[in-house]
């Protein structure tokens, strides 16, 4: 069953195999289905187990770690008027397998006017956001920069309407349906 898969392509009934790493259990038809691309395997039964597993691994030889200077990618999760914290899930281009923790702080998101940054009108919780890997900070989260023109908010949905917002300039983000403006430090 080694094959290249697409996330959500079907692999076989869950009445044939046990859903292991990178699959999911359709719940729908009860289908074993890939949940990310990868290539796909089936591990034979092992032990007290009486059908194999199927699996969908990635094809990546090593893990993108984040470095200072790295460009990364990663979706807000809280705001607070001190900092943002979010999920880094890509570095550099590259996906990573797993998500890493990421700060940006107050005095991080412009390089002019630091003491005038209200985070609240500059990142939402579920924004993605292109950022700059400033240090590998404390032991839980590396410190992200958005000071460049070229970085910040790359994607955010409108809070009325849920559509994705077009950018109209470097500080505001207009809903195509409903013309709602909504502040962010927006990327170039």
Same mark, same amino acid.
């Given at each position: 069953m080694a094959s290249i898969v697409?996330?959500?392509? #079907?692999? #076989?009934?869950?009445?044939?195999?046990?859903?292991?790493?990178?699959?999911?259990?359709?719940e729908s038809d009860g289908a074993v289905c890939a949940a990310l691309a990868g290539v796909a395997s089936l591990v034979p039964a092992a032990g007290d187990e009486r059908l194999p597993t199927a699996e969908v691994r990635r094809g990546r030889t090593?893990?993108?770690?984040?470095?200072?200077?790295?460009?990364?990618?990663? #979706?807000?999760?809280?705001?607070?008027?001190?900092?943002?914290?979010?999920?880094?899930?890509?570095?550099?281009?590259?996906?990573?397998? =797993?998500?890493?923790?990421?700060?940006? #702080? =107050? =005095?991080?998101?412009?390089?002019?006017?630091?003491?005038?940054?209200?985070?609240?009108?500059?990142f939402r919780p579920g924004d993605v956001v292109r950022a700059a890997v400033l240090s590998l900070g404390d032991q839980r989260s590396y410190y992200l920069s958005t000071a460049s023109p070229e970085l910040g908010v790359?994607?955010?949905?409108?809070a009325n309407s849920g559509q994705p917002l077009k950018a109209i300039d470097a500080h505001t983000l207009e809903c195509p349906t409903t013309r709602t403006r909504e502040p962010r430090k927006v990327a170039a």
């Open positions: 697409c996330p959500g392509e #079907r692999l #076989r009934h869950s009445s044939e195999v046990v859903a292991g790493v990178g699959t999911y259990v359709r090593a893990a993108a770690l984040p470095q200072p200077g790295s460009v990364v990618i990663a #979706r807000v999760k809280t705001v607070t008027p001190r900092l943002a914290s979010c999920d880094v899930v890509c570095v550099n281009g590259a996906a990573v397998d =797993q998500a890493f923790s990421g700060i940006i #702080r =107050q =005095q991080d998101v412009r390089a002019t006017e630091i003491d005038k940054v209200v985070l609240y009108e500059c790359v994607y955010a949905l409108s």
